[in-house]
């Protein structure tokens, strides 16, 4: 159990990188949700105000207010458009002004009239539209516009730790206190979302996920139909002019259906991510990690299972639900029997490292997007890395290197190849290709832990059936202890170390507090400087203007 | 849905309760447990003071650490003994006193000096024992009986409050806080038990609960072996004797074992709050919440569950196994058939009442030990009500009421007597009969929630079962969304109230700030009195000396 000491170790990389960062803003702000309406000042800041610096008078600092960007949103988008419809009609008054000294007819001249009329009177309405913006923005506007939502800030992290992980009312559903995201992790749309009903979006987006990941058979099956040539003749007598191509035939039956289910499940990740960012989470850190959860499933369903089960599909899961026992003998037989199949699955994974070299996807999408939308214009934003898409497919790897480490050890080298590779590129990717958007501070890594103890419990199931399977009743009833040892040592884990990762002990929040009150003036001006850029970005961000980075290329 | 409301207004009473309870010591004090040993002082008390002073130096007060109280109690049960051997020789001595004056025998008076020099080497003996414990409570030999826990006391419930609910090292296993429970309600002897092996002695409570309930049938089917009178006279032909006394063998066959059944229900609840004891809890309000749990499953699958079951068990566990999708109906067809049952169950529960009310089982177990362990020269003990036996009892009424309001509603009126005879027979067993031992403060309330709640879901798929079975399959269908709301309207409180009831909130704790800050000086008065009795009356406890309180009759 090497696993324990690598936690550990992430653990302590974490804290480290968590320590190098204490001087950022969201270390000393609390995300307040579910603020009560103050009805004697008719605002939520107020109240804000009043209750931490009753509740919290050592530490609390400042607040700041959220506010609605879906009224600014519209106009933005409305001048956003009318921008472009002036520049292109001043493209056109260019044109014609060269054509003009050229030709000088009435008729052009009558046109540039026209034309110089219309950028006027796009011009006005644009003035409008502005003052319209700058309306919205005062402060009488601004307190409709408010939201029950805030980032409160405190004198010290120890104080943000302690308001973050208690609760602060007797009634649970008021006064949400939360670590708040880095501001430009922050997921802003969800913010808007009222945290009592945020359980139904729960509910939706589990559903929307349980449903993907079940009837993706049906496409998948349907796709595959493909294969059976002589079926598709029947029903669609054209399809025979393809036995005239030479070749041809042999290529749609046998690559086309393995392309088309790889492709699907390369949008998958993506579908998933569209589900998450409906799930109410407050940053996109949670919302990838969300995502990351429901690929992973999605793929040992979809891939690891389904592959493994030939013939009729629910005849086979009815078997292994009635007579449960028997499950370990079934998996184990059916394991054994596809090692080829992961060998090859293996190798295209290879195949995809080399489109996440060449970054394919990107390109083409890319491409797409000048075509029809004209954003060539614009610079290309960068991205920063898919962890939903990589996580997944990487820990499908070490799952299906466990299983087959005991049934079928030539894969083993195959897979050391893949992982090198994998390592190669992806520290190149992460280094040159992708931006950091938000730092993860190893918080990954107790997901890949999760994935990791259901590849072993999936490894040490299969390894009780495959001893059955070989006569050896006695060496399969040893194994079950071994299970059961897993378990337990995955609790412990659990109680071990996972409580770090996920809250902030004060000891820990304390340490610097000497440090900081030898600064404590300097930082609180810095702190004044950024939390004020924090609604400002959250203005921008909800608008949807994400400022310039630099170029890819 | 009723519930919510009351709910809330349980919830509402438990906050005025705590209130009124505000200067208990308990509400300024937090358990902290795994404490690390300081090597610069050789003692975990310095690095409590350390601790708590840097981090939470604005509402930590004070500490008292606790030590183990083993070889004292030791010597404590020899001086008990010794005590009691020099009172009986005195009292032949007096004896034989009366009888000297009447006789004057020589072997008497050569008999009574040796009763002399006895009394004078126990003496000695007893003079030797206080000397030893003397020198155990001296400050060297305490340090090393020093426990790894000790209670900190905080300058504000407030503080208090922050501290027990944040993790308070990077460890997770180390200066682990909880709220400390009032000081008669401390289970002293699991304080002593490391923090980290706890889990083990929780899985072991789980086992031998889960056993206690599985196996509970084989002495069940055992003695309802006597019910077949026939098969007894096979194998034990002097039973043949019983048919001599005309009479006896009916009542043999038919209540006894009817009688033995109930006996063995009686001493479950005693039997699970022995098991509780050794999960480690750190109160004895746990502890009985515990085996509340425990003796409610108990009773849900020994009584209602296998009553229900006619025929044989296993086949019929096997079939509702592999055909889950037949479980209602197969749950409305035994409940059906075993109004009957449960109508009489309901009418031997009204006999319990008598028995409470009469406190038989006491009166008995009272006189056992006057008899043998001459017991009857102390105070009789007052005992707290015993939630652990009456809580599940009454769940479970409340659960067989729930699924024939549906089935058999005759069944109701017995159950609405029941109720009624039941409430008046507690509340006066509450005032008069039993001693408050702690202040639960409702916290029993969300564990009589989930048993209802459980009773609800059972009631439902009855419901599902029984409208299935009379051919209506539509209306069947229809009832499947009240059973999925009934979930979602649980998963809603737990949400909603059940973490206050958990919790203890920042805003309410710190309401009294104010009226505090004026009193502070009163009220830290009289914290440094009451927390000085803590550690008294943990040695106290520890030595198993109950302060005598006032007797029952």
């Not at 879906?70 to 292109?88: A, V």
Request: hydrophobic share 45%; charged share 20%.
């Amino acid at each position: 159990m090497f696993h324990l000491q690598e936690y550990n170790e992430i653990l302590i990389k974490r804290i480290q990188r968590l320590r190098s960062t204490r001087h950022r803003p969201d270390q000393f702000t609390v995300l307040v949700r579910q603020i009560p309406f103050c009805e004697e000042h008719g605002a939520h800041g107020c109240s804000v105000e009043h209750f931490f610096s009753k509740h919290h008078p050592h530490s609390y600092y400042s607040y700041q207010k959220l506010y609605t960007g879906k009224d600014l949103q519209d106009l933005l988008n409305q001048s956003r458009y009318m921008t472009r419809k002036i520049e292109d009609l001043r493209e056109i008054e260019d044109l014609r002004e060269k054509t003009k000294k050229q030709y000088r007819e009435p008729l052009l001249l009558e046109a540039m009239r026209e034309d110089i009329e219309d950028i006027a009177l796009h011009k006005e309405k644009f003035q409008e539209l502005y003052q319209k913006m700058h309306q919205l923005q005062g402060d009488n506007m601004l307190k409709d516009m408010e939201l029950p939502v805030a980032f409160v800030t405190f004198k010290s992290r120890w104080g943000a730790a302690l308001a973050a992980q208690s609760q602060q009312h007797s009634h649970p559903l008021r006064w949400i206190t939360e670590r708040a995201p880095e501001p430009r992790d922050v997921y802003w749309r969800n913010l808007a979302i009222s945290y009592k009903i945020m359980p139904f979006y729960k509910i939706g987006v589990i559903f929307a996920a349980y449903l993907l990941t079940i009837f993706f058979t049906v496409p998948v099956t349907a796709v595959q139909g493909i294969a059976r040539f002589e079926k598709l003749k029947k029903w669609f007598p054209p399809a025979m002019a393809i036995e005239l191509i030479p070749g041809l035939s042999s290529v749609l039956t046998g690559y086309l259906p393995s392309v088309i289910l790889n492709g699907f499940i390369y949008i998958v990740p993506f579908a998933m991510l569209g589900i998450a960012k409906l799930g109410g989470s407050i940053s996109n850190s949670k919302v990838e990690i969300k995502s990351c959860n429901m690929v992973f499933y999605f793929l040992v369903g979809n891939v690891f299972f389904l592959s493994l089960i030939s013939g009729s599909l629910l005849d086979e899961i009815g078997e292994s639900v009635t007579h449960p026992r028997d499950f370990p003998s079934h998996l184990a037989r059916a394991v054994s029997a596809q090692a080829d199949f992961f060998m090859t699955y293996t190798l295209v994974g290879l195949s995809g490292f080399c489109l996440e070299a060449l970054q394919a996807g990107m390109l083409l999408l890319d491409f797409i997007k000048s075509q029809t939308c004209g954003r060539s214009k614009e610079n290309p934003y960068l991205y920063s890395l898919p962890y939903f898409r990589v996580i997944p497919l990487v820990s499908l790897s070490i799952l299906i290197g466990m299983v087959y480490a005991v049934v079928a050890p030539l894969l083993l080298p195959f897979l050391v190849g893949y992982f090198f590779l994998g390592y190669a590129v992806y520290i190149n990717q992460i280094q040159d290709v992708y931006e950091t958007i938000y730092d993860t501070c190893g918080r990954y890594w107790p997901y890949i832990h999760h994935y990791i103890f259901v590849g072993l419990i999936l490894m040490q199931i299969t390894m009780i059936g495959l001893v059955g399977l070989k006569m050896k009743p006695a060496a399969s009833v040893a194994t079950f202890p071994l299970l059961f040892l897993t378990v337990i040592f995955n609790e412990y884990c659990k109680i071990r170390i996972l409580p770090t990762f996920v809250r902030y002990s004060i000891e820990w929040n304390r340490t610097q507090w000497r440090m900081m009150k030898l600064m404590k003036k300097e930082v609180s001006l810095k702190l004044i400087t950024r939390v004020q850029l924090v609604p400002t970005a959250s203005l921008l961000f909800s608008l949807g203007t994400q400022c310039p980075r630099k170029s890819r290329f």
